[in-house]
């Protein structure tokens, strides 16, 4: 079985930064895309940035600037710095990654959410 397991969510004041972890456990034989993804009350779960294993690293036009998205292959774990966070990042925000177990081919994988409340 795979685990995403997310942490470093929170409250912040608008202007700060948070920066999420997401580690990734399990028979695992390879991580392709690792990616973080938002839904925000009321709207659908968008793409926030994404980084695969081999090419550039790509991020949604609202957060181009203000966040980094990077990884740790020997940790099996993926980064979001989130810097100059404004109100509108309020979100819970999901850990993606395309994996491969033993026995099987890639499966999408998804993290039980952690919650960024930025106040104004």
């Known amino acids: 079985q795979v685990q995403l397991v997310e942490s470093g969510g929170g409250l912040v004041q608008a202007g700060g930064s948070l920066r999420l972890s997401c580690a990734a456990s399990?028979?695992?034989?390879?991580?392709?895309?690792m990616a973080w993804y938002r839904q925000a009350p009321g709207k659908q779960r968008e793409l926030v940035a994404r980084?695969?294993?081999?090419?550039?690293?790509n991020y949604a036009d609202s957060v181009k600037g203000r966040f980094t998205i990077s990884g740790d292959n020997a940790k099996k774990t993926v980064y979001l710095q989130m810097n100059a966070l404004k109100p509108e990042d309020t979100a819970v925000y999901y850990c993606?990654?395309?994996?491969?177990?033993w026995g099987s081919g890639p499966s999408d994988y998804w993290g039980q959410g952690t919650q960024v409340t930025v106040s104004s």
């Open positions: 399990g028979s695992i034989t390879a991580i392709y895309d």
């Open positions: 993606n990654a395309l994996i491969t177990t």
């Open positions: 980084i695969p294993t081999s090419g550039d690293t």
